[in-house]
């Protein structure tokens, strides 16, 4: 096939309009609100709140913005620790290095999310040395949430403060309640391949309206409440945009109907693919109903007889968009020499791990395509 014969290019998560963008994108015009303030955003926060049962938002520029104001706002400072998962996204570890803090990294479960068990087990023994952590950050992956009852009470008892990462978890449940509360902050991401986006974005949650609230003033520079411009101490241009806030709201009102198609998709790849030899799926944990943001396989070269990396050139010859699983950050060049505990099971995931393509306006023959080419690598040992 030529390259001028290749069909459409088939990505991994894109942007998935509703129709209702460009309504509400014209009234955000009309108001004209172009600007980081006006009611698009107040809506589009409030409709936050409601939607993850939690007290008080901040929308901002990005996931990345959103943590970096958590730690700030903890007081995260030069020389803390803090804890969080090796299997996550650079944006939900760099914050930790704005602070001038060093990062602690720690393998996953089974389900991919930070194992909790190694952390109840650190905790003590950091608190019988007098280590603890200033905070712990959880990250729910390719929208399967961590357990936060138990990960509330971990913290508990040892006075730690808790963030939730649930930047590709909106609209995931766990235990009958949306992923990412019960944390101290608890962090969205809108980026352009999330379930849904803002073009560029984020949000900040909390119980705790006084953190909210400096979380405000921190995103819009720090100004003092004077006519004049008077700074106190450096703040930051993270303010979500007004015409952002529109895109957010329409996509928001789609979002019970793009976890259901997510759902849809990891089901139609479970029944296409899962009798190949070789061939496993990350799994939700019990009480979870996961969004299923991105299907991810694992494939045993052992038992399939192709690796993970060889059906993503392959996928990649048709012009289809997969990705291996994050590299784990205790891997990743620019934490050489970081502390981490444990990482032999995010080492394999991310060694036999593959992220399909999952948009939700992906077709029926899209989503069979896929599975048909992914089926022809297999070369299973007699």
């Known amino acids: 096939m030529t390259a001028s014969s290749q069909p459409e290019r088939l990505f991994l998560s894109p942007p998935h309009q509703t129709g209702r963008e460009a309504v509400l994108i014209?009234?955000?015009?009309?108001?004209?609100?172009?600007?980081?303030?006006?009611?698009?955003?107040?809506?589009?926060?409030?409709?936050?709140?409601a939607r993850m049962e939690i007290a008080h938002c901040v929308?901002?520029?990005?996931?990345?913005?959103?943590?970096?104001?958590?730690?700030?706002?903890?007081?995260?400072?030069?020389?803390?620790?803090?804890?969080?998962?090796?299997?996550?996204?650079?944006?939900?570890?760099?914050?930790?290095?704005?602070?001038?803090?060093?990062?602690?990294?720690?393998?996953?479960?089974?389900?991919?999310?930070?194992?909790?068990?190694?952390?109840?087990?650190?905790?003590?023994?950091?608190?019988?040395?007098?280590?603890?952590?200033?905070?712990?950050?959880?990250?729910?992956?390719?929208?399967i949430?961590?357990?936060?009852?138990?990960?509330?009470?971990?913290?508990?008892?040892?006075?730690?403060?808790?963030?939730?990462?649930?930047?590709?978890?909106?609209?995931?449940?766990?235990?009958?309640?949306?992923?990412?509360?019960?944390?101290?902050?608890?962090?969205?991401?809108?980026?352009?391949?999330?379930?849904?986006?803002?073009?560029?974005?984020?949000?900040?949650?909390?119980?705790?309206?006084?953190?909210?609230?400096?979380?405000?003033?921190?995103?819009?520079?720090?100004?003092e409440p004077v006519p004049h411009y008077e700074h106190v101490e450096v703040g930051?241009?993270?303010?979500?945009?007004?015409?952002?806030?529109?895109?957010?709201?329409?996509?928001?009102?789609?979002?019970?109907?793009?976890v259901a198609r997510k759902q849809e998709i990891y089901a139609a790849y479970r029944r296409g693919l899962s009798q190949l030899p070789g061939m496993s799926f990350l799994e939700d944990p019990d009480g979870t109903a996961s969004n299923r943001w991105l299907a991810v396989v694992f494939i045993d070269p052992d038992i399939a007889g192709v690796t993970a990396e060889m059906i993503r050139v392959a996928l990649e010859r048709h012009n289809i968009e997969s990705r291996p699983l994050w590299k784990p950050m205790h891997l990743q060049p620019v934490f050489a020499g970081a502390q981490a505990v444990g990482g032999a099971v995010s080492e394999e995931m991310f060694r036999t791990g593959l992220c399909l393509p999952s948009g939700t306006a992906m077709t029926h023959d899209d989503q069979q395509r896929v599975i048909a080419l992914m089926a022809e690598q297999f070369r299973p040992k007699a």
Not at 26 to 49: K, T
Not at 96 to 112: L, M, R, S, W
Request: hydrophobic residues 45%.
């Open 236 to 258: 930051f241009n993270y303010r979500l945009s007004n015409i952002c806030a529109a895109i957010g709201r329409a996509q928001l009102e789609a979002l019970d109907e793009r």
């Open 26 to 49: 014209a009234e955000a015009l009309a108001s004209n609100y172009v600007a980081p303030v006006g009611p698009m955003l107040d809506a589009f926060e409030r409709e936050l709140e």
């Open 145 to 223: 949430p961590v357990d936060m009852g138990r990960a509330r009470a971990i913290c508990d008892l040892h006075g730690v403060a808790l963030v939730s990462d649930a930047a590709e978890s909106l609209g995931s449940m766990q235990k009958g309640r949306p992923a990412g509360r019960l944390a101290d902050f608890t962090i969205l991401s809108f980026n352009g391949n999330k379930i849904i986006t803002t073009s560029g974005g984020g949000a900040l949650l909390s119980e705790n309206e006084a953190h909210i609230r400096k979380a405000r003033f921190l995103s819009t520079q720090a100004r």
């Open 59 to 143: 929308a901002l520029a990005s996931g990345t913005a959103a943590l970096h104001l958590a730690l700030r706002i903890l007081g995260v400072g030069a020389g803390d620790r803090v804890w969080a998962p090796t299997l996550t996204f650079m944006g939900g570890i760099s914050p930790i290095i704005f602070q001038n803090a060093v990062p602690v990294f720690f393998d996953c479960d089974a389900h991919g999310v930070i194992d909790l068990d190694l952390v109840e087990a650190e905790l003590g023994r950091a608190a019988a040395q007098g280590e603890l952590p200033k905070a712990l950050i959880v990250t729910d992956l390719y929208g």
